[in-house]
């Protein structure tokens, strides 16, 4: 611990008498200053000891000296050394009394104690407690590194628990806790979990202190990662501040546990490599070949019912480049998914693709849940109002049914599906279910096939705006009837050779023939295209 008030006064060579303040020198002391101004006061910084002989003082003066020691107090000095036979044979009442009435400690220095053996004193036990904390820093250090080894994560934090004599927790990409030690601590930790999300906002590294749960303790919140958006974050809570040893315990675990969470850059590219390989082979249909190649590093995945996911970013208005932001928008749900099958302990596959982002996951498992969270998350946001239309980045996600290895090629192609209806219709995700439930009037809407049934059907709105026919509701009529001839008249209000007549002008100026169901069924999206009512 650091030099105090009591431990110089033990200090056998000094020969230190208290005169006043005995029941506060326990007070650390963070440095010895020699100064003779009546007023020292803008050169203090707080926790000095004052030495002084009174040289340019009226020391005997009560009013003068309650002003002095007021002052001194007020500034942060925590003791004052007074040398006799100097100036003055003993120290001076008012001195004593001023120093008594504001619990200042007031020290009596012999006139064979130099000041500077005084200031020696203070600065070799700093230095030594300096060197304290630095060995016990160390000492954590290859403790905590031990555990790490040997005991990952969870070990560490129990060590580092130790180490700081409070408690620890470490948070995954999405903010959720990971491991606490102790365990109670767990309650706190998962209290945080705002705070944590608010400090993963701002760029690596980051730190930030807080209050714990309740003011129940101090808690220091530390990003991991070395990239710009963190992995990870330590939380560390404690009663007190820390000191310079549990300082260094928490900076060597920060070290630590982002070697642990941030792999190295080659290894997720070598990870990512195969990830691409298995997945071209499933897509090829050679599920035998992906599973020798995968071996253990995806577990059961390849074997059980799964799902494919499609993820596309698309930032600003109509931008289709790779950026920056793409690449945001992409990891984003890809730490989502990753981090909720850690969590669970599920195997998932994740490819980036350039712009695209492919995911293997279980079906019905915490990943998929995840990625559909995220999805859902984006559109409850596109509604902000303070998100400028066209400007701010946007993630589309297509969702395959549950697929087995035979059928992965069949699924991926299902996922691209969905998210092109999703790209159509606005939407953050659509799953393959919903385009199969669904109608598929929607798709008509896409401007190409607007474009293709105006140009088809132009030459029979040019002829009845002539006023000679009504050939475009007839069609429809006829169509919708699947064309019975009666049943369709009787719509229209018109005999049968009549319709029959007005089917073979539509023959006539399109120069195609109603017999081919090809025809008939072009016509009739064409119609749903133009006037879906």
Partial sequence: MPPTLASLVHHSALKLTVRAGEDRLDVPVRWAHVSELADPVPYMEGGELLLITALKLDAEDPEVMRRYVKRLVGAGVVGLGFAVGV??????????????????????????????????????????????????????????????LNAGPEGL????????????????????VVATAPEWAGRRAARLTAEVERLRERPAPASSVVGGPDNEDRVELHSLGTGRRPRAALAVGTAAALGTAERYAVHSAIALLTLTTERSRSLQAAEQRV????????????????????GDLYGGLLDAPFRVIVAESVSGPAARAHTEADADALSGIAEAVESAAARSGEAVLVVPEGERLVVLAGDGGAAVAAATAYAAALEAGRALPEQAAGDEEELVV?????????????????????????????????????????????????????????????????????????????????????GQWDAAAADLGVHRHTLRYRMR?????????????DVRMELWLALKATSPE
């Fill in 87 to 148: 100036n003055y044979e003993d120290i001076p009442d008012a001195l004593v009394d001023a120093a008594e009435a504001e619990g200042l400690p007031l020290l009596e220095v012999p006139r064979r104690t130099p000041f500077l053996a005084i200031s020696k004193a203070v600065s070799a036990a700093i230095a030594a407690d300096q060197y304290r904390a630095v060995t016990a820093g160390f000492a954590a250090q290859r403790e905590l590194t031990r555990q790490a």
């Fill in 157 to 176: 934090l129990s060590a580092l628990a130790a180490q700081v004599d409070g408690w620890a927790a470490l948070y995954d990409a999405s903010g959720a």
């Fill in 275 to 294: 990830g691409a390989a298995v997945l071209r082979m499933l897509l090829a249909g050679e599920p035998d070949h992906a599973r020798a190649v995968a």
């Fill in 398 to 482: 297509g969702l395959s049914a549950p697929a087995g290895p035979i059928a992965a090629a069949t699924a991926y192609k299902q996922a691209e599906q969905a998210l092109s209806v999703a790209r159509r219709r606005g939407r953050v995700l659509v799953e393959h279910e919903q385009v199969a439930a669904g109608s598929v009037l929607p798709l008509l809407a896409d401007d190409a096939v607007k474009a293709f049934a105006d140009g088809l059907l132009r030459a029979l709105h040019e002829h009845d705006a002539t006023g000679r026919g009504d050939l475009v509701a007839s069609l429809r009529a006829w169509l919708s009837r699947h």
């Fill in 505 to 517: 002008r539509v023959e006539e100026i399109l120069g195609r023939s109603l017999d081919d169901p």
